[in-house]
């Protein structure tokens, strides 16, 4: 069955960087569509990008820019690299993926149409 594993969270101080990484397991073919989320605290998840299985990708607009997703099919490994955080990045990143559904051509695929997700890594943005 398949598995998604993410790494990379931590703490930073305002204006750091990370990288964010999803780990595909169980799977021998690509997703259609793999897409980051976050939640922060009291609030609900929210999209923050998605990417498909042609390399499509689409970053939440306020954060365009700042974040950017990419995959590495070889190595079945979805990425989100963070620069310029700010302390309202702060939340746990979750990623997701989907065999059924390919991603949109512009737009986020909402959290309901993925099939799979990960645990989640905590990201801190505080000085």
């Known amino acids: 069955q398949e598995q998604l594993v993410e790494s990379g969270g931590g703490s930073v101080q305002p204006g750091g960087s990370l990288r964010l990484s999803c780990a595909v397991l169980?799977?021998?073919?690509?997703?259609?569509?793999m897409g980051w989320f976050r939640q922060a605290p009291g609030k609900d998840r929210e999209g923050v990008a998605n990417?498909?299985?042609?390399?499509?990708?689409n970053v939440r607009y306020v954060l365009e820019g700042r974040f950017t997703i990419s995959q590495d099919s070889a190595k079945s490994t979805l990425y989100l690299k963070m620069n310029n955080l700010h302390p309202e990045d702060t939340g746990i990143y979750y990623c997701?993926?989907?065999?059924?559904?390919?991603?949109?051509?512009?737009?986020?695929?909402?959290?309901?149409?993925?099939?799979?997700w990960g645990q989640g890594t905590q990201v801190t943005v505080s000085s």
């Open positions: 169980g799977r021998t073919y690509s997703a259609y569509c």
């Open positions: 997701a993926a989907s065999w059924k559904r390919y991603c949109h051509a512009a737009g986020l695929v909402q959290a309901p149409d993925f099939d799979v």
């Open positions: 990417i498909g299985i042609n390399h499509n990708a």
